[in-house]
């Protein structure tokens, strides 16, 4: 018999739980490590053979998939881009810290949003020559005085004519006036922690305390760590109510004969009697309060 539903016990401590990770986000995290490696191991021969396998004319994700090869890849990509926290894809929780720009894709790796810029500008992506471009082909550094200044490098399949392509290029150009490169490679970092640095806790800890309701009346789990897990998870299962007592079986219509405390037979059997009314418990309370944590231990 379950008495405390899974989502309670996977909540983190400070929100009420036993922090417990389920097996899916458990599972998720392992296979973001897979996206994530794709990214920073550019030089590895698997990471070479996935692009080759992969990256057609029509595919443009920076976590490329061909859906009809089917395979372990395409379910890993598949994982990344269904699987949401607060409305985001996890695999926009990549992005670039561009350097030199030679490794970051100007128009399919996310490095000025938490997005690539192909669908920031879808327009101006569709009139670009180069698709699989690199930061670095389309800013040329130069040297004015003791500064580094970067220029536009633009190639478009044809002029812009619409007002909505001169319009983007216009947004575009006016985010990326502060870029300029440095002489140092680019890296990729993790933005779901607070230090940018991957690590599959990081993605269960980002997992487990998405789409969790708080609940303001539920306390933080304050668990003793001298004593075994058993009695602290006995604890918290008393302060929910969640314990076979006489009143909790009958709530779920179990009839119990003789529902009188076993210890003192003076009251119903209920997690408020077993643990502060029953005077026989009271009275072992006590006693241990004036002991030490060798004597307690004896108990347990």
Known sequence: MHWVDWNSVARPKVQGGLGLNKLRNINVSLLSKWGWRLKVERNKLWVKVVEALHNTKLSWNYIPARSSMGGVWCNIAKVLSKTLIDGIPLRCF?????????????????????????????????????????????????????????????????????????????????????????????????????????????????????????????????????????????????????????????????EVQDGMCVLCKDGEESVSHMFASCYVVTTLWSHISRGKKGSFQRYC
């Open 94 to 254: 990549f992005k670039s810290k561009v350097g030199n720009g030679n490794n970051t894709a100007f128009w399919l790796d996310p490095w000025l949003d938490n997005e690539p810029l192909k669908s920031v500008y879808p327009r101006l992506f569709r009139l670009e020559k180069e698709k699989r471009c690199k930061v670095s082909d389309r800013f040329k550094a130069r040297t004015v005085g003791v500064d580094m200044v970067s220029n536009f490098n633009w190639a478009w399949s044809r002029c812009l004519s619409a007002q909505e392509e001169v319009n983007e290029l216009v947004d575009l150009c006016g985010r990326c006036l502060h870029i300029s490169l440095e002489d140092r490679m680019d890296r990729w970092e993790w933005i779901g922690a607070e230090d940018k640095s991957f690590s599959v806790k990081a993605v269960k800890k980002l997992l487990s305390n998405s789409g969790q309701p708080i609940n303001p009346m539920q306390e933080p789990f304050d668990e003793c760590k001298w004593l075994p897990d058993k009695i602290n998870i006995l604890m918290w299962r008393a302060a929910l109510n969640k314990i076979a007592s006489v009143d909790n079986l009958r709530r779920r219509n179990i």
